[in-house]
């Protein structure tokens, strides 16, 4: 339960498109292909590291690098995209999750034609998640599920989280565990979504699942492979595409995200952990700290 609960709050790596804006010149190119990145210049007394994470993912697919490892001993603090431990309290959890209905009593029913809707019930009813429970819930928050990702390959269930791995690691070490943003901001990027735009998400996501062209099959495949080209593509590509909602589900999160990594890292060495979407591209992090003057380099 407690992963699927962390899962409508890391929602946003799925169904984020990337931006094309002028600082091409930065992003990380074919041959830097890399989940880790060390991060380094400008004032930093020991580097720092960048890691991309996939948020769920089977057990028999987890691994981690003798690079990552030795890059995560390094480190004196971990920081995500948000306070992983914060995330584990369930007095501060449950406020948020109320916060996960539609209002104005808005039902998912609302936002579909019938056929749709037929849809929708189906794929979740499939899985054990009856619609009487689910048709008040914002349909991002759905798309967490309807895309599969609860699922291991051979369809087990057996899935680890990247986060919650990383974060049993720091707390058994004994090491600070931080964020780059709050909980409730996730939550009001949520809110700036019209239902209907979600809505069509969940559907397009449930139809590629369904027509055995799964998008987390895909990337799956293309993390393994660290493959940051091959995972820009598929999300430029995708069909279930938030439209003009990139910038603000992507572009900004990522520029707000530096000036907080560039505090943290003056301090200590930190090693960041977020969502593998947001290092490639023009908008993406590695290039985004380039562009503050970082030498940030890969590691394989």
């Given at each position: ?16 498109a ?18 880790l ?22 057990r ?11 890059s ?50 189906e ?42 791995e ?77 439209g ?57």
């Amino acid at each position: 339960m407690q992963k699927i609960i962390y899962s409508l709050f890391l929602t946003i790596l799925a169904a984020a498109a990337w931006a094309q804006p002028a600082s091409a010149r930065f992003a990380p190119t074919a041959e830097e292909n890399s989940l880790l990145w060390e991060i380094s210049g400008k004032g930093i007394g020991e580097p720092s590291f960048l890691y991309g994470t996939i948020h769920m993912i089977g057990r028999e697919d987890y691994f981690l690098t003798d690079a990552t490892k030795a890059s995560y001993e390094k480190a004196k603090r971990v920081t995500f995209e948000i306070d992983m431990e914060e995330m584990m309290d369930f007095s501060k959890l449950f406020p948020l999750l109320m916060k996960s209905f539609m209002a104005n009593d808005t039902t998912l029913e609302d936002l579909l034609s019938p056929e749709d809707y037929e849809l929708v019930s189906e794929h979740f009813e499939g899985i054990g998640l009856p619609m009487i429970f689910l048709n008040r819930i914002k349909p991002m928050f759905l798309s967490a599920l309807g895309e599969g990702d609860m699922m291991s390959a051979d369809g087990s269930g057996d899935v680890v989280s990247y986060e919650m791995e990383l974060m049993s690691l720091a707390q058994k070490d004994k090491k600070p565990i931080d964020g780059l943003e709050t909980a409730e901001f996730q939550m009001s990027v949520f809110d700036s979504i019209p239902y209907k735009v979600q809505a069509r998400m969940l559907v397009e996501s449930i139809r590629s699942e369904d027509t055995g062209e799964g998008q987390f099959e895909q990337m799956v495949k293309l993390y393994k492979s660290q493959d940051l080209q091959g995972m820009q593509a598929m999300m430029e590509s995708e069909e279930a595409g938030i439209g003009g909602y990139e910038d603000l589900l992507l572009v900004r999160r990522n520029r707000n995200w530096i000036p907080v990594m560039a505090k943290m890292m003056v301090e200590q060495p930190t090693f960041f952990a977020v969502g593998a979407g947001h290092l490639g591209g023009p908008e993406g992090v590695v290039a985004l700290l380039r562009e503050a003057g970082y030498t940030v380099k890969p590691l394989r």
